[in-house]
């Protein structure tokens, strides 16, 4: 691998991604933290499971997250930039110590429940297939996207933490019918909020790298965010499917409940997915007609 020029931006390892890594192990840390801390004080197989269900998209969000985030580093180290085998096989052993650290983490949380260990698996598997999506090219924007990504996780625990104050702001009013309209009214501006965000994080981070990128770096940059959501909300379907059998054995109204959950976290993934791209679009857009 040639040597960049010294004080020269460097393709490869893009300058922030150590940090961008550090946030998101951070941000996986927090989520397994929340997700322990509500599964643990759960009395019954049935409510632990239930739990676990709603609970494992957050955490493979975070996974995948930090998954990239090392495999970027892992790239920029050790892998031949010619190779896109060697690119992809160091992003994957890279995005491994997350996929691990989130197979501990759900293994703690879920130790007594059933399925426990095809739940884990699917938690490392997400690491590794994060850490090979930084194999893309160019480098700087799966970066930039991740650093994207840790802002729209980020507003989403915040939201969750005031989510009782949020929803009474947004018109609720103690009836069923009030909070169900409060509530998808905060859900919708958390989307839109997140992703315009997310684009807006992951274009600042693109322009401080200091490269010269076209314009689709910048749309692949800000559609990361929602992308990786989508792809971790797959993988959480897919892991969820042994709880959702066991929830519907208890009650067939708390499985369609939590299969419910599966058409918002795809509209959220998709609005954060468009959002973000079309965000970075308009800033490098408004950035190129200045330089003209």
Do not use: C
């Not at 300058?15 to 009395?43: D, E, H, K, N, P």
């Not at 996207?145 to 929803?167: E, K, S």
């Amino acid at each position: 691998m040639a040597e960049p020029v010294v004080g020269s931006p460097d393709e490869w390892r893009p300058a922030g991604a150590l940090i961008v890594a550090g946030l998101a192990l951070l941000l996986l840390l927090l989520t397994l933290f929340s997700a322990w801390t509500v599964i643990s004080g759960a009395s019954s197989e049935f409510l632990i499971t239930t739990l676990a269900a709603l609970v494992l998209p957050s955490i493979l969000v975070a996974t995948v997250l930090a998954g990239a985030a090392l495999g970027v580093v892992a790239i920029g180290r050790f892998a031949d930039p010619a190779r896109v085998r060697s690119r992809v096989l160091a992003g994957a052993l890279g995005g491994l110590p997350a996929g691990l650290m989130s197979l501990g983490g759900t293994v703690a949380a879920y130790h007594n429940g059933p399925s426990v260990a095809f739940v884990a698996a699917v938690a490392a598997v997400t690491g590794v297939l994060g850490g090979a999506v930084a194999a893309i090219r160019p480098i700087s924007s799966v970066a930039a996207g991740v650093a994207g990504g840790v802002t729209v996780t980020a507003i989403g625990l915040l939201v969750a933490y005031f989510q009782n104050d949020l929803v009474d702001l947004f018109g609720n009013q103690e009836t069923v019918g009030t909070m169900a309209e409060a509530a998808a009214r905060l859900q919708l501006t958390t989307s839109i909020v997140s992703g315009v965000l997310g684009g807006l994080v992951a274009y600042v981070f693109l322009r401080r790298t200091g490269l010269t990128l076209p314009w689709p770096a910048y749309l692949l940059a800000g559609a990361i965010p929602g992308g990786l959501e989508l792809a971790a909300t797959l993988l959480g379907w897919i892991g969820r499917l042994p709880l959702t059998g066991i929830i519907k054995d208890y009650s067939s109204f708390d499985a369609q409940i939590v299969f419910n959950r599966l058409p918002e976290q795809v509209n959220h993934g998709m609005i954060v997915f468009f959002a973000g791209a079309f965000t970075a679009m308009i800033a490098v857009g408004r950035t190129l007609r200045r330089a003209s």
